[in-house]
């Protein structure tokens, strides 16, 4: 078993052999590990390494959480948590078949997978078991995982290029077949419509608490999208188990996002930190993670079930003016509390709105539901890059006409 963590060590330059492992989105940086336990951090946080600790076997692999904290990981399944990441577990006290060969976090921070050369897949935490190839006979051992942006699965590499894919880690394709020039290291999940619910060019419409009392959309459709709040964060959509029943297999959700209370006491406690007063930024974190847990256990008591959300992020709401960065903390709130109930997470607004609301420099980089076209026939052309926002990718737009309307961008 690997040592514990080495409080206060500093980063060794990086050996041959080093696991790079880039931190989540939200950091704005990255981590790189060496097979001795240094860590270099490049726009990410750094909170400590395993340098100059006796190590039983080298460092392989390197996780972070959606914060400040990461995970090292060694050939025999020893972890060290760092920052803000919490150990869950390990194989260090195992007799592995096989060594251990990388690592990949859930969303939320709260648990990881270790995954060793034959394909076994060890799971900690809130981290969910979905399968493996330990149990097959593999032409190349497995070399790294990379888990999906809802956390419900993951894939596997081979260094033929061999791929396999569990839960909800959909098969793109693989270089399996392939001769190829030098064995593949390593893999990860690109910035795409991987998990896009929608069928391309489909439509739809998208319903709330408006509707009530009346009558709904007609039917069929492709895209719906229904509201889970009236309007203002933390409160319910009276019609939302209707609406939900309306909506059929179809279902994805959205709710409405807003800056924090002008007052001495939101957010002050939440899931996230204990704020002082004044710190508005932290505050507004804790505001937005907190209205997750509301929303979620609102659509869950009115049998709303979704793995597809929208934050509806529109001038309509209140928001903060002496603070745009704080009105970004709330969004973010949102979209990592959402993100650690294992939900995709996109964002409804414009590019204007956007900017005016969060300042030009947050850039959550999530799907994107542009409004804004004037018809069906204009929807198409919102789906371009002249009307993204935030470094994210157009997956929807909308018009209006008796209802809203929904059409669903092309790959």
């Known amino acids: 078993m690997a040592p514990p963590a080495k409080a206060g060590a500093v980063a060794d330059p990086i050996p041959s052999g080093a696991a790079a492992t880039p931190a989540r989105a939200s950091s704005g940086g990255y981590r790189l590990a060496g ?3 240094g860590v270099y951090a490049f726009g990410a946080s750094w909170a400590g390494s395993w340098a100059g600790a006796p190590l039983v076997k080298p460092v392989v692999g390197i996780a972070s959480t959606p914060r400040f904290g990461y995970w090292l990981v060694a ?6 948590s760092f920052g803000d990441a919490h150990f869950h577990g390990s194989t260090g006290g195992l007799r592995l078949n096989k060594p251990i060969v990388g690592m990949a976090s859930t969303p939320s921070g709260g648990g990881y997978w270790l995954v060793a050369s034959d394909g076994g897949v060890f799971s900690f935490g ?3 078991f979905h399968g493996s190839t330990g149990g097959l006979r ?3 051992p497995i070399v790294g995982m990379a888990s999906t942006p809802s956390g ?12 396999f894919s569990f839960g909800d880690a959909g098969f793109r394709g693989s270089t399996g077949s392939h001769v190829l ?9 690109g910035a795409s419509n991987t998990l896009d619910p929608y069928q391309p060019r489909s439509l739809g419409y998208d319903i709330s608490w408006p509707q009530c009392g009346g009558p709904y959309p007609p039917k069929p459709h492709d895209v719906t999208i229904v509201g889970v709040n009236d309007g203002r964060m933390f409160t319910h959509n009276p019609c939302l188990a209707s609406e ?8 994805t959700l959205y709710v409405n996002a807003g800056g924090l209370p002008n007052d001495a006491t939101s957010g002050v406690h939440g899931p996230a930190y204990e704020c ?4 508005l930024r932290c505050r507004s974190y804790n505001w937005g993670r907190a209205s997750a847990d509301f929303d979620v256990q609102g659509a869950q008591a009115a049998g709303a079930h979704a793995s597809m959300w929208w934050l509806d992020v529109e001038f309509a709401s209140s928001w903060r003016t002496d603070d745009l960065t704080a009105n970004a903390r709330a969004v973010q709130g949102l979209l990592d509390g959402l993100r650690a109930h294992g939900l995709l997470v996109g964002i409804y607004s414009t590019s204007y709105q956007f900017g005016f609301i969060t300042g030009s420099g947050y850039s959550p980089g999530v799907p994107l539901w542009i409004p804004g076209a004037r018809s069906q026939s204009e929807a198409p052309g919102f789906c371009s890059s002249s009307h993204t926002f935030g470094g994210g990718v157009a997956w929807l737009t909308q018009w209006t006409m008796t209802y809203d309307h929904d059409y669903a961008c092309p790959v």
């Open 35 to 37: 097979a001795d336990g």
């Open 75 to 80: 050939s025999d399944g020893g972890v060290a």
């Open 126 to 128: 809130d981290a969910h």
């Open 138 to 140: 593999l032409n190349k």
């Open 152 to 163: 419900g699965g993951y894939w596997l590499v081979a260094s033929d290029g061999g791929l």
């Open 181 to 189: 020039p030098a064995p593949i290291v390593g893999m990860a999940v």
């Open 244 to 251: 939900a029943a309306w909506a059929g297999l179809s279902l």
């Open 276 to 279: 002082a007063v004044s710190d």
